[in-house]
């Protein structure tokens, strides 16, 4: 029975596109040419286009019976993996990624949606567009610690999946 939820070898051992590393690149450098010319409502934007590929990334390589649907949300993307690691059934993504960062994570995506919201009614100072967006950053390279040890099958250690708060 546990054998059926243990990682596909196939997908787990496959890598990933040159269009998915290409797209993931690419984005990663316009959120760095974002920041570098102070367009941090663009940078929170794309940030949250790259974290919602990377959770259906991990989403993917953790169970390969969700492929029918892909395409799911930021929100979706982060209920989905809170509740594979509440089962016993995904401990390597239990093991490479931290559940303290997917928290992180959906705490930025609130912080995110309240500065968007406020938008429409006031101007947001761009202090706190800044501030939302290197926490953004801070993010992606600890979710992207972890995507990379889950794809290899490997244990990370727990101090490269912490995050200053």
């Known amino acids: 029975m546990f054998a059926k939820y243990v990682l596909n070898r196939e997908i787990m051992n496959r890598k990933p ?3 998915d590393k290409v797209k ?6 316009r959120v760095g040419n974002a920041m570098k010319y102070k367009f941090y409502f663009e940078a929170t934007w794309i940030l949250s286009l790259i974290f919602e590929r990377k959770l259906g990334k991990i989403i993917e390589i953790s169970d390969p019976r969700n492929q029918q649907n ?10 989905k993996i809170r509740s594979m690691q509440a089962s016993p059934d995904y401990i390597l993504l239990t093991d490479n990624l931290d559940p303290m960062l997917v928290e992180r994570i959906r705490r930025w995506k ?21 501030e939302l ?3 953004g950053i801070l993010i992606y390279k600890a979710l992207n610690k972890s995507a990379k040890a889950l794809r290899f099958g490997r244990s ?3 101090k490269d999946n912490e995050i200053p708060d």
């Open 24 to 29: 993931v690149k690419k984005l990663a450098l």
């Open 70 to 79: 892909p395409t799911l949300s930021l929100a979706q993307s982060i209920q």
């Open 17 to 19: 596109s040159e269009t």
């Open 110 to 130: 609130i912080k995110r949606n309240i500065v968007y919201k406020r938008m429409t009614l006031i101007t947001v100072a761009d202090n706190r567009l800044e």
């Open 133 to 135: 967006a290197n926490e």
């Open 156 to 158: 990370s250690p727990e």
